[in-house]
């Protein structure tokens, strides 16, 4: 099966590709999506929209997992963030693709053992669980971690690490 991890953000948005066979996992692709921060909000959207598409359409997976987003102290900010993901979850549902959602702390418990690790200890297990992802930016590890966890989640029932579908369906 293979996945696409997505780990939204305006500014930066963070995705990788992993194939997974029973426990066995496998690193595809990873990479990050910066639309220009001069442009206008609008024409940042679609061009994280366009850029994750491609991707989609490059790679084909089976499933996506999106980390699910904190409220930021901004409002303004966390607008701006919500904004980017109703991209990042609205393009894999264009492609009839199933999309999971995760929160950070269980994407963290999934890979390494508690919902508190940092980000040094996240990047540390997903280069030991993917090592061609090694050269990774945070965002990239990030989305590869949401991947990872949610191929974990794949193999024991969506019920794990409190996933739920909230688009697409079987192509």
Not at 58 to 71: G, I, K, S
Not at 84 to 102: H, K, Q
Not at 108 to 137: F, N
């Amino acid at each position: 099966m293979r996945l696409l991890g997505l780990d939204p953000g305006l500014r930066i948005t963070g995705w990788g590709v992993i194939e997974v066979e029973g426990n066995r996992l496998r690193h595809v692709a990873h990479g990050t999506v910066a639309p220009d921060p001069s442009g206008p909000l609008a024409v940042r959207l679609r061009d994280l929209h366009d850029a994750l598409l491609a991707i989609v359409d490059r790679y084909r997976p089976d499933e996506a997992a999106v980390e699910e987003t904190f409220l930021n102290k901004n409002a303004g900010s966390s607008l701006k963030l919500g904004h980017a993901r109703g991209v990042v979850l609205l393009v894999p549902a264009l492609r009839g693709i199933p999309i999971a959602e995760y929160a950070a702390k269980d994407v963290k418990k999934s890979l390494v053992g508690t919902g508190g690790a940092d980000k040094a200890q996240v990047l540390l297990m997903v280069t030991h669980l993917l090592p061609g992802s090694a050269r990774a930016s945070a965002d990239a590890a990030d989305a590869l971690a949401v991947a990872i966890c949610h191929g974990h989640a794949s193999s024991v029932g969506r019920a794990y690490a409190g996933a739920r579908v909230t688009a697409g369906a079987s192509r």
